[in-house]
């Protein structure tokens, strides 16, 4: 039986449960196309479930409020998000539409230095370092070397050995990395890449870190989509088809693994569906034989915090 129809996802049933992940993914979505006040409405009703979100969900929410004016909760979404590691340098190139002239500009940017300095002071610094090195290494020889020889797969064979080696090894002594406390702008996705090229055609190596990307999911240290990135790749490696259609630039030629089951396994995990994830990035051609999941499931999945 081909692997797709074992896969089997099971229930994340923590403080980071695939409804938060949903809702702040719409919310996204819904500000992507303009409609902020509806997105307004999913951020609140995401930050209800979970009030300790991913840095890229408070940026988001901020985006969001300053279009509908709201420069107190923009204030407290970025003050959140610079207790993550968000920069000024960064607030500062936002076209914000009203936050600059607010009265809450100057409040956030006389706050700003020590909550950015509490931030530094609570990075792993160790980890993050280990993961560096390890990036670097993974990197250079896929950036550097020619992929025609012979040299170059038995190079990447002995990297991503060790690689594995020592990120196992980091996993078993210090738990999944917490993407929250390694700087997230260089580093949140160390870890999804590794775990990318460790599981790309290793089925010993998919089944050893499903569970343990599962687990890092509910505690906020790795993202639905990074996981469904990983188990797309590994599933396009084995049998050419995919699960989550997540992240790819386009869809038109991509096979899916029971098709009329892609949005719902798509919500299993947190992700919007893929005719909005589509229209997220502009693509206009769905897979054939995709038909979208209905309005009333869809209700269903935007009022998940309500169940």
């Known amino acids: 039986m081909p692997f797709f129809y074992l896969l089997t996802i099971s229930p994340i049933i923590a403080q980071y449960t695939p409804c938060y992940y949903f809702l702040v993914n719409e919310a996204s979505f819904l500000a992507s196309q303009e409609k902020y006040e509806e997105s307004a ?23 969001t409020f300053d279009q509908l004016g709201e420069g107190k909760k923009v204030y407290a979404f970025l003050e959140k998000a610079i207790q993550k590691g968000y920069t000024w340098e960064e607030i500062e190139k936002v076209e914000w ?11 956030l940017k006389s706050k700003y230095l020590p909550l950015h300095n509490a931030f530094v002071l609570g990075i792993d610094k ?32 002995k990297t991503d050995s060790a690689n594995l080696v ?33 599981c ?65 396994r798509r919500f299993s995990i947190g992700l919007i569906p893929l005719y909005q994830l589509a229209q997220k990035k502009k693509i206009t051609e769905l897979p ?9 499931e869809l209700q269903k999945w935007c009022d998940c915090d309500k169940q």
């Open 41 to 63: 409405v999913f951020y609140n009703k995401a930050f209800n479930l979970q009030s300790d979100g991913f840095v890229f969900h408070f940026i988001g929410a901020a985006k």
């Open 288 to 296: 054939e034989g995709y038909v979208p999941v209905s309005d009333e």
């Open 200 to 264: 790309k055609n290793d089925t010993t190596q998919y089944t050893y870190f499903n569970p343990i990307m599962q687990e890092a999911m509910k505690d906020g240290k790795f993202r639905p989509e990074d996981y469904a990135g990983v188990t797309d790749m590994y599933t396009l490696t084995m049998d050419k088809k995919t699960l989550f259609c997540e992240p790819f630039k386009t869809y038109k030629d991509r096979k899916i693994a029971q098709i009329s089951e892609i949005d719902r």
């Open 166 to 198: 020592q990120f196992k090894e980091m996993i078993e002594k210090k738990g999944f990395p917490d993407l929250q406390k390694l700087g997230y702008k260089e580093n949140f996705d160390k870890p999804f890449t590794l775990i990318l090229h460790f």
């Open 97 to 107: 539409k009203y936050f600059r002239k607010s009265r809450y500009w100057n409040k």
């Open 126 to 157: 160790e980890t993050r370092d280990e993961l560096l090195k390890m990036d670097y290494t993974d990197q250079f020889v896929r950036k550097n070397l020619n992929w025609d020889t012979k040299t170059f797969y038995t190079i990447l064979g």
